[in-house]
């Protein structure tokens, strides 16, 4: 298995639709294949569309216990093309060796989280109105201090309210179930459980429509993790994630 995923084709079509967020991992495709599995670390040859170029990059998947000295120097034949390492986050790495970091977590719609806060109203939104967008806009700009707008046909907003004030806010997107963006709170209202009243909501939507599994993806700010960083991938790690993998990209 891939990621959890039951094919290669099932993995292909949730990260082709996780180009869309055109982060240093997985942005736009024109075209992805299996190279090669050895040793349980899958190879995979992609074909990003970048500024109307093809850009090539081989991601190299080990889901297990590996050495990961010897899996990138088997990226290093790759020579002309962006080398992206996907390993389990319990793995070390040097960090000299790399120029970006990611993480990618994935839960099952029955997952155990913590409790969350309950007296979070929650709304979910398939269409919205110039207003609701400023209200999103609001909430993202006090979470992490600016605004990327819901794709209408992609995602679905979850609005979570405390008091009738709007204070929380994620997009799901319906094609590949990932938390586009991730889960945002305001920060002055963190450390009540408030993201995981969202992260409830998110999986009992992705039970509604059948999905095997929800992921979220945190790009680091810097190599070793801004503050900000570290607290978001904190606050997923004590949801109980099923698969917690970080990704880097080697330095040419």
């Not at 002309?80 to 996907?86: A, E, G, H, M, R």
């Amino acid at each position: 298995m891939l990621l959890g995923f039951t094919s290669f084709e099932d993995f292909a079509r949730w990260y082709a639709e996780l180009g869309k967020l055109k982060i240093f991992w997985a942005k736009i495709i024109k075209d992805i294949h299996l190279l090669s599995t050895e040793n349980e670390v899958f190879f995979i040859s992609v074909e990003w569309l970048v500024r109307k170029k093809i850009k090539k990059a081989v991601l190299a998947v080990a889901e297990k216990q590996c050495k990961v000295s010897s899996i990138i120097e088997s990226l290093r034949r790759y020579e002309s093309s962006t080398k992206v390492l996907i390993v389990p986050e319990y793995l070390s790495i040097d960090l000299n060796l790399v120029n970006a970091r990611s993480i990618l977590y994935f839960w099952e719609p029955d997952a155990s989280i913590l409790e969350p806060n309950r007296n979070i109203r929650i709304e979910v939104y398939r269409d919205w109105s110039n207003d609701e967008i400023e209200v999103f806009r609001s909430i993202h700009r006090q979470s992490w201090g600016f605004f990327i707008p819901p794709r209408l046909h992609d995602h679905i907003v979850v609005l979570g309210f405390l008091n009738d004030i709007p204070v929380a806010m994620a997009y799901l997107n319906t094609h590949n179930f990932n938390i586009d963006y991730g889960i945002h709170v305001i920060r002055t209202y963190w450390r009540r459980r408030i993201g995981t009243r969202l992260l409830a909501e998110l999986l009992e939507l992705a039970n509604v429509f059948g999905a095997s599994s929800i992921s979220v993806v945190r790009v680091f700010r810097n190599i070793r993790g801004t503050s900000s960083d570290i607290r978001a991938v904190n606050f997923y790690r004590a949801n109980n994630p099923s698969i917690r993998m970080s990704i880097y990209r080697l330095k040419s």
